[in-house]
């Protein structure tokens, strides 16, 4: 596992944060996004992980600060804008912001189908945002259809 990802985990953003910050000076020396051998590495993937940690500490207010604060360039591969919209919309279940999570992971579902139908977060996700909603909406029935999942 990732030590960026083992250390949010665990809840030592000080620790998450100092492995993220040898990533950034070092794709700050790149420059540019690579995708060498397909493992995606540079500016847009570090502000990527930015996100994704934030979630992982469990700080959903966090994660969507920090995703306004950049734009996914178009070049950058699906897969790993697909998980940035995953994380992301997980950000906005934790803000508390269900309408907007749910249309996140619609812009998961846009950018990268496969993945958001199989990611076990887009199912962790739905299932909460169904146990949260009451009165359970067309669109939110429609996802869960469409994950071919009861929720």
């Not at 083992?6 to 100092?18: E, I, L, P, Q």
């Not at 700080?59 to 734009?71: K, Q």
């Not at 029935?141 to 469409?146: E, I, K, Q, R, T």
Request: contains cysteine; positive net charge.
């Amino acid at each position: 596992m990732d030590t960026r990802l083992a250390a949010a985990r665990a809840g030592d953003r000080a620790g998450a944060d100092a492995h993220l910050a040898e990533v950034k000076q070092t794709a700050d020396r790149i420059g540019v996004d690579r995708d060498d051998y397909r493992l995606c590495f540079g500016p847009t993937n570090v502000h990527i992980w930015l996100v994704g940690l934030a979630v992982e500490m469990s700080d959903g207010t966090e994660a969507i600060t920090r995703a306004e604060r950049f734009t996914l360039p178009r070049s950058a591969p699906r897969e790993r804008v697909g998980h940035h919209w995953i994380d992301l919309a997980r950000g906005y279940l934790l803000h508390g912001d269900h309408q907007r999570a749910l249309a996140t992971l619609n812009q998961a579902r846009r950018t990268a189908p496969q993945q958001a139908r199989y990611h076990s977060q887009v199912h962790e996700t739905v299932h909460a945002l169904a146990r949260a909603d009451k009165r359970r909406t067309d669109t939110l029935a429609n996802f869960v259809g469409w994950l071919g999942i009861t929720a």
